[in-house]
């Protein structure tokens, strides 16, 4: 089993590369802001909620986020392993992931951590705020504030893994099938 964590701020290309690595290695991708936008999407009450924060780009808090992403985990008994991105994003949700993914005997394989400075995040995320119809992609003050938060309270997630010896840092500066092969060159052997 392989159990990636797809690591970076906001803009540095992580839901990009999932889709290339999800192919490659036949792993189930859950971005947990793709779910929540879908949730959103079908005005759900986790939509309604997690919309009040994504708007300000604020973290939805820690409880629901985990009881969401452990409920997706849940609904795929027969994967080969998942590719997660955008989670963990505090250090209280890669503590309940690792002993989620533990107890499931099936822990963490590795961190890969897409580094990309912040002029260029937030150039990309402003040229992606064109098609991607994300209010939280249009507002630069939201952009700044996601960065911000970025910086506070998910980077420390980064040591949590280099703890475990699992965390690989990743330049996220070059063409996407260069960042691709940088990626898979990390990727253990299963
Ligand atoms: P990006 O990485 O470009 O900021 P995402 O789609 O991953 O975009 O996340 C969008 C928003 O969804 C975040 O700004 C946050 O409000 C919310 N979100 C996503 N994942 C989490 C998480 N693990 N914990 C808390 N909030 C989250």
Same mark, same amino acid.
């Given at each position: 089993m392989?159990?990636i964590i797809?690591?970076?701020p906001?803009g540095?290309?992580?839901?990009t590369?999932s889709?290339?690595?999800?192919?490659?290695?036949?792993?189930?991708?859950l971005?947990?802001?793709?779910i929540?936008?879908?949730?959103i999407k079908?005005?759900?009450e986790l939509?309604?909620?997690?919309?009040?924060?994504?708007?300000?780009?604020?973290l939805v808090?820690?409880d629901?986020?985990?009881r969401m992403l452990?409920?997706?985990?849940n609904?795929?008994?027969? =994967?080969?392993g998942?590719?997660?991105?955008?989670?963990? %994003?505090?250090? !209280?949700?890669? +503590? *309940?992931?690792d002993?989620?993914?533990?107890?499931?005997?099936t822990?963490?394989?590795?961190?890969?951590?897409?580094?990309v400075?912040e002029e260029e995040l937030?150039?990309?995320?402003?040229?992606?705020a064109?098609t991607?119809?994300?209010?939280?992609?249009?507002?630069? =003050?939201?952009?700044?504030n996601?960065?911000?938060?970025? %910086?506070?309270? !998910?980077?420390? +997630? *980064?040591e949590?893994?280099?703890?475990?010896?699992?965390?690989?840092g990743i330049?996220?500066?070059g063409?996407?099938?260069e960042?691709?092969d940088?990626?898979?060159?990390?990727i253990?052997a299963v």
């Amino acid at each position: 089993m392989l159990n990636i964590i797809l690591f970076g701020p906001p803009g540095a290309g992580k839901g990009t590369q999932s889709t290339f690595l999800v192919e490659e290695y036949g792993l189930v991708h859950l971005s947990t802001g793709d779910i929540f936008r879908a949730n959103i999407k079908g005005s759900t009450e986790l939509g309604q909620l997690a919309q009040s924060y994504m708007d300000k780009g604020q973290l939805v808090p820690d409880d629901v986020t985990i009881r969401m992403l452990e409920s997706e985990v849940n609904k795929f008994p027969d =994967a080969k392993g998942f590719i997660f991105d955008g989670f963990p %994003r505090t250090t !209280t949700q890669a +503590v *309940a992931l690792d002993s989620f993914l533990e107890g499931r005997g099936t822990p963490v394989s590795c961190m890969l951590a897409l580094d990309v400075e912040e002029e260029e995040l937030k150039s990309r995320l402003i040229a992606r705020a064109e098609t991607s119809g994300r209010a939280d992609d249009a507002d630069p =003050a939201v952009i700044q504030n996601r960065i911000n938060v970025y %910086r506070k309270e !998910t980077e420390p +997630v *980064a040591e949590h893994y280099a703890a475990q010896g699992k965390y690989t840092g990743i330049d996220g500066i070059g063409t996407i099938e260069e960042i691709t092969d940088r990626l898979k060159a990390a990727i253990p052997a299963v």
